[in-house]
């Protein structure tokens, strides 16, 4: 039977063409056990493939489905024998089989589009990296998961045990299903109590909505950070786009970011926030493209108050002054540190209702661009989308080979070519950064630039 899908994810189907694939990436590196090579690893997965039955998690069985049953709505129906010779593939890197390799072929994978007849999901078996390690491709469209889902999808396929060596494949369930909570059965009484604190949070949310939108729209106008900019200027990376993606990532030391977190009084966040807004500057200076006003960043952001702190984090978005104008790297970390501050501050007045709302306020036109198309001659609400997303904090193993890196690959939309994404995987960083091949010609080059910056943030803080 099918079941209903929310509106967010029927705008991700919605949103989707040729030009304009609606998909989250993300390419893992792996190193082998001792004593073993990429045939082991290739032949353990074929068994898995023999074996698997065409079963695979809950999550991965949804296919998309809209017919005049559901009334022209998308819905999720159950697919209960899935062909994963379609959704698992082998690839094989040219020589020399460097990252170069690695980072082209998965370029042009993240520009294909997902077959909508089928569970929305695949996965590419890499070999032929020259250090002897191996690499997984993962795409999953972003209907089904986004990037924090798909962290947690990998999070539970591996194992924290380097000997343990029946470990199912990323695609197959893992121990029993949930057990359904039991019904307690139907009371008046409670139905009536229930009743009455709806619809008293009810009124107490819609009455405190107001003065919510009222000081986010007064805090855009003064330049302050919240969740709603007025402020970002046209760049290059605020145009239509095609559908060819261009893909290129690095990594760091975690350590090297905490520290001059520390001797700043900033945050891990501030200090990438800090990274790409040098890395921005130097790229649009060589391109001739700055602007004299600062690039707006809109940064998603768990938030937890403690009025609140009973109901887990509240999830909004920020849009952060970049400090692009400013040639001093220190200044420009000062200055994300501030909009940040300030947009969190904003927050602690509002509840987790209206930061939502707050927040899809801020957000609105990049739906609206994804679904009609991005209008060159209106001002960007932002200038692109740059994520922290959590990542493992301790070491994962796939049957001993050993996870030694996350690049994230995710999805430019019209009017925003350009995505910076990061995520940390037990003591490093990673930086992946997405964007479209008319938008942003010269992308490799950005990996470059944010160790540069990485290093004048050091030298600033007396590193």
């Keep these: 039977m099918p079941l209903p899908m929310s509106p967010l994810d029927s705008m ?38 023999a074996d698997g039955d065409g079963i695979v998690t809950p999550r991965l069985a949804k296919r998309a489905h809209r017919s005049f049953s559901t009334l022209g709505q998308w819905s999720w129906e159950t697919v209960d024998d899935i062909d994963l010779g379609h959704h698992i593939r082998h690839d094989a890197l040219p020589a020399p089989g460097g990252e170069a390799e690695l980072m082209a072929l998965c370029s042009r994978l993240h520009g294909s589009l997902l077959d909508r007849s089928r569970p929305l ?34 999070r539970n396929a591996l194992s924290e045990n380097s ?26 009484s409670g139905l009536a109590g229930s009743t009455f604190r709806t619809a008293r949070d009810t009124v107490g949310e819609v009455a405190g909505l107001v003065p919510a939108l009222a000081g986010t729209v007064s805090r855009a106008f003064r ?17 239509p786009i095609t559908g060819a993606r261009q893909f290129a990532a690095q990594s760091w030391p975690l350590e090297r970011l905490r520290l001059v977190a520390k001797l700043s009084d900033t945050t891990i966040n501030d200090v990438v926030l ?8 130097s790229y649009l200076e060589d391109q001739n493209a700055l602007p004299a006003e600062p690039l707006i960043a809109m940064v998603p952001v768990s ?92 070491p994962l193993y796939w049957n001993g080979a050993r996870l030694d890196a996350i690049y994230p690959l995710s999805v430019p939309v019209d009017g925003q070519g350009l995505n ?40 600033a803080v007396g590193i």
């Design 12 to 49: 991700f189907l919605l949103g989707e063409s040729r030009e304009h694939p609606m998909h989250v990436g993300g390419v893992e590196i792996f190193q082998l056990p001792e004593g073993a090579d990429t045939y082991d690893m290739r032949a353990m997965l074929d068994r898995a493939l």
């Design 121 to 154: 999901w695949e996965m590419h078996l890499i070999e032929g990296l020259s250090d002897g390690r191996f690499a997984v491709y993962t795409k999953i469209h972003h209907a089904v998961a986004d990037g924090v889902t798909a962290m947690k999808m990998l």
């Design 163 to 188: 000997e343990d060596r029946d470990v199912p494949a990323p695609w197959q369930p893992r121990g029993p299903r949930p057990q359904r909570t039991p019904s307690k059965g139907f009371s008046l």
């Design 223 to 239: 330049d302050q950070g919240g969740p709603l900019a007025l402020s970002a200027p046209r760049t290059p990376f605020n145009v």
């Design 274 to 281: 800090a990274m790409s807004s040098g890395a921005l500057r």
């Design 303 to 394: 938030l937890k108050s403690q009025r609140e702190a009973s109901n887990g984090n509240n999830i909004g978005v920020l849009m952060c002054n970049l400090g692009t104008h400013l040639p001093d790297p220190a200044d420009r970390l000062d200055t994300i540190r501030t909009s940040m501050r300030e947009g969190k501050e904003a927050y602690e007045t509002m509840s987790a209702t209206q930061i939502l709302a707050m927040s899809a306020l801020g957000a609105a036109p990049i739906g609206a661009s994804m679904l009609f198309g991005h209008n060159s001659r209106v001002r960007p609400p932002f200038n692109l989308i740059i994520s922290n997303v959590p990542g493992p904090s301790s």
């Design 420 to 459: 910076i994404t990061c995520t940390s995987n037990d003591d490093i960083i990673s930086f992946g950064v997405t964007g479209c091949r008319s938008a942003v010609p010269d992308l490799k080059s950005i990996p470059a630039r944010l160790g540069h910056e990485l290093r004048a943030l050091e030298r």
